[in-house]
């Protein structure tokens, strides 16, 4: 799963990574929570566009936010089948940008466990396979998305079962494509990042309340 995560490059940064047309203005946060409203990018009439969005998807038909349960994850071995899903995969993809994402290990001393920070070995942000819908609940319009996961690599084994799929930059254009493609080939791209270019450490506790939002929460700390 994915739960939590950063963003903290330069508007500048991304407009020129994501070759994108606009960008909202963002500000950098390093404890990305479920309900916030995170950055995503997707395929407008004149190029890549960024925009945000709530995170945690509500299906189109929604009425009643507080009946569904926080859809926050969608997973690649169900996202082309499972209802709740399926029309967003199919027409509405987006790639949602992170600077790194946390993931928690279970330790076996003790009952608490131990955060861990991962990112790109060469800087650069992480691009998320992302699905997202647009409702009317209460007669207020609401754009939202969902990170798909995948299964681990092998850097991320030791620490959590479960990975976002992070998609190389020759997938863009085609996981950004409006109309409906194949999904044989759209699930190609839902597998594990490769490991050697991806780095963890350990970092602070401090990144479970999300009220912590200091560029300390991605600093390693000692296992």
């Given at each position: 799963m994915c739960g939590r995560f950063a963003l903290a490059y330069p508007r500048s940064s991304l407009i020129d990574w994501y070759d994108a047309a606009s960008?909202?203005?963002?500000?950098?946060?390093?404890?990305?929570?479920?309900?916030?409203?995170?950055?995503?990018?997707?395929?407008?009439?004149?190029?890549?566009?960024?925009?945000?969005?709530?995170w945690g998807l509500i299906p189109r038909w929604a009425k009643d936010i507080k009946k569904l349960p926080l859809l926050i994850n969608a997973r690649a071995e169900t996202v082309?089948?499972?209802?709740?899903?399926?029309?967003?995969?199919?027409?509405?993809?987006?790639?949602?940008?992170?600077?790194?994402?946390?993931?928690?290990?279970?330790?076996?001393?003790?009952?608490n466990k131990q955060p861990f920070y991962v990112s790109a070995k060469d800087g650069h942000p992480l691009s998320f396979a992302g699905i997202w819908e647009t409702a009317t609940v209460n007669e207020t319009i609401i754009d939202s998305c969902a990170i798909i996961t995948t299964e681990c690599n092998d850097l991320m084994r030791p620490i959590h079962e479960r990975m976002p799929v992070i998609l190389p930059i020759e997938a863009w254009d085609t996981w950004l494509t409006a109309s409906q493609l194949p999904d044989d080939m759209l699930l190609s791209f839902l597998k594990p990042f490769a490991s050697e270019q991806l780095q963890a450490w350990g970092v602070s506790p401090a990144v479970g309340r999300t009220s912590n939002q200091d560029a300390g929460l991605i600093r390693p700390v000692n296992k």
């Open positions: 960008m909202p203005e963002i500000e950098p946060r390093y404890n990305i929570a479920p309900t916030a409203n995170i950055l995503v990018i997707r395929a407008g009439s004149t190029g890549r566009a960024g925009s945000m969005m709530r082309a089948t499972k209802p709740i899903f399926k029309t967003a995969f199919h027409r509405q993809r987006c790639i949602i940008p992170a600077s790194g994402f946390y993931e928690w290990k279970p330790l076996k001393e003790r009952q």
